[in-house]
């Protein structure tokens, strides 16, 4: 595992480090499960001046990602969306979200900054709320989040870096609960 942070830190300046950033975050936002916040951390502790550069970045990609999940939920949900949350196992909680979504447009800007964003996308997208609506909603939520990340790194990015390199198996075993625990309240929550 510290090996392969160590390989993380060292290609995060390197040529393909935004190439890599932008694919993470358009996959993340539409049928991936993998958090673009992975990449971003690195980058921004690389070299914290570009930490602005990197939120936004990656904060458009995401943007672009979630409007293609949207599409997999109003265009393409009778025949690949559908296929595709179910071989990922989130079709329950993409129905549950399609209900909330339907009546309450709005709670888009809560669930895209904890939910998994391709749950947000798909269920938007089935639930058929205005495409512009979830264009601006999607925009606000991940910039907040990803401006959070990178404005935190930045600020305290040389104590956290430190962390990470100290405890970086106890970080990944934590994240790993998180993203566990939040699919767990999230099925129950929604059922």
């Known amino acids: 595992m510290r090996r392969v942070y160590a390989w993380i830190l060292r290609n995060a300046e390197g040529p393909y480090a935004y190439a890599v950033l932008a694919i993470v975050a358009f996959i993340e936002a539409s049928f991936f499960p993998l958090i673009p916040d992975i990449v971003v951390a690195p980058m921004v502790l690389a070299n914290r001046s570009r930490w602005l550069r990197i939120a936004l970045w990656c904060t458009f990609f995401s943007v672009v990602g979630g409007a293609f999940g949207y599409a997999i939920g109003s265009v393409f949900y009778g025949s690949i969306g559908h296929w595709l949350v179910t071989t990922i196992g989130i079709a329950d909680q993409v129905e549950a979200l399609r209900v909330k979504f339907a009546h309450n447009p709005w709670i888009i800007l809560v669930f895209g900054l904890f939910v998994p964003f391709k749950l947000v996308s798909i269920s938007s997208g089935i639930a058929g709320i205005p ?20 404005g935190l790194l930045y600020f305290f990015g040389a104590p956290v870096r430190n962390f990470l390199e100290r405890w970086l ?3 990944m075993i934590a994240i790993l609960a998180l993203v566990i625990a939040a699919f767990v309240v999230l099925r129950y929550a929604l059922s």
């Open 131 to 150: 495409f512009a609506l979830f264009i601006l909603f999607t925009t606000i939520t991940r910039s907040v989040r990803f401006l959070a990340v990178s």
């Open 169 to 171: 198996e106890h970080v």
